[in-house]
């Protein structure tokens, strides 16, 4: 099954069309990141990037937005990643960068990057930052989906998922604060009728009101603090990890280094053996040649002599295989201790994976939660404002 099996035909409407008459609302826009986000998010789930969001390739439908079949410009767009520039494939973090150039581009109603030519628009992806939009949380999201080097942008779209889903609940709260009290045009003795017979229910919606938005509140602040002390912990986990990888290597070039020395006086006692047994046969050589023309009493004390040096010669070889042994038993030692110590940077690295999923899971299950809470609460407020009327 490919990453496109199941996608719809194309619109007759893409978000290309819809940005040419314009801004997109804040709403709006966001409707559409959330679902431009959540399919991006299914496309590196199952392992894939996308490779060429751009708005040409975002299908506008009742529900929201679909991506269409990957289609690849031969040349630089407004949302070609950095490092696709320099000519390296697609991967996830290229379509965390166009992501963020076309979420830009819906709210501020302008490219994040544009040019006369291709290769204007390339310098000004390589070299310039898009003017920020006025609003604090807005423009740290796009910032970070923007970086130059990929390894620095955000690192995974459920984040970003989250993060609009955070700045939509704000949106929503903001846009219920401000909407105007309806008015229902009865007389001043109507209202007063009403009044007494709701001021009981509206006491009690709003204590109820003040006491979901206190344990929002305190929710929220109680997220918060696991969060910071999370990130605390993930903090000290990567910095343990990377102690122990600058350890490990430390510890690697210090096998090597050993390993090397003892090879090299190895080597050298091997050598001074040669040179002794080359000695030694040319010794004898010449003992056979005396032997044959002096006298018997004169051989047996050079055959004396010869044979302490050959017993001296069997010693020296028997030192080097002790060397070599304690060599070999050195090297095992210090071949465990290495594995060892990578099992532990690999069980710190994983220990830092999984907190780090732990943390994205939970802060999701808070924004869904902020979500339904929210809506509730506009709800209720409703409800207070028809019984009003």
């Known amino acids: 099954m490919t990453v496109f099996e199941g996608m719809k035909p194309m619109s007759t409407r893409t978000l290309a069309q819809r940005l040419a008459e314009g801004r997109v609302p804040v709403a709006e826009a966001l409707r559409y990141a959330m679902s431009i986000a959540e399919s991006l998010r299914r496309f590196h789930e199952a392992g894939a990037a996308y490779g060429a ?18 289609q690849r410009p031969s040349e630089v767009t407004p949302y070609t990643a950095p490092e696709m520039i320099s000519g390296r494939p697609a991967e996830i973090a290229s379509d965390v960068f166009a992501f963020g150039a076309v979420l830009y581009e819906m709210l501020s109603g302008r490219r994040a990057f544009d040019g006369i030519t291709s290769g204007a628009t390339a310098s000004a992806i390589l ?116 102690r122990v990888e600058v350890e490990i290597q430390a510890f690697g070039e210090r096998i090597v280094a050993r390993v090397q020395q003892s090879v090299d006086g190895i080597a050298g006692r091997i050598t001074a053996l040669d040179h002794g047994l080359t000695a030694m046969g040319e010794r004898v050589g010449r003992l056979e040649h005396e032997v044959a023309a002096k006298g018997s009493g004169e051989a047996n004390t050079m055959i004396a002599a010869v ?29 465990q201790g290495f594995e060892k110590a990578l099992k532990q940077q690999t069980a710190s690295i994983e220990s830092a994976r999984t907190a780090m999923t732990q943390t994205d899971d939970l802060v999701e299950r808070v924004v869904e939660a902020l979500e339904s809470l929210q809506s509730t609460v506009l709800e209720q407020s409703d409800d207070r404002t028809l019984a009003v009327n």
């Open 127 to 242: 070299n310039t930052q898009p003017a920020p939009l006025g609003s604090p949380a807005v423009d740290r999201l796009i910032a970070a989906c923007l970086v130059k080097d990929p390894a620095a942008r955000t690192a995974r779209m459920q984040k970003i998922l989250m993060e609009l889903k955070l700045y939509s609940v704000a949106v929503r709260k903001s846009e219920a604060a401000s909407a105007p009290r309806r008015d229902s045009g009865e007389t001043a003795g109507i209202v007063q009728q009403l009044e007494a017979r709701i001021a009981a229910r509206l006491e009690a919606h709003d204590r109820k009101v003040a006491e979901v938005e206190r344990g929002a509140n305190d929710a929220l602040q109680s997220m918060r603090v696991q969060l910071a002390s999370a990130q605390n912990d993930l903090a000290a986990t990567k910095d343990r990890s990377g």
């Open 53 to 70: 969001l751009a708005p040409r390739n975002v299908a506008i439908n009742s529900s929201g937005v679909d991506l269409l079949p990957a």
């Open 307 to 335: 044979t302490e040096r050959m017993a001296r010669l069997e010693e020296g070889l028997e030192t080097v295989r002790k060397r070599t042994t304690e060599l070999h038993d050195a090297i095992a030692e210090d071949m």
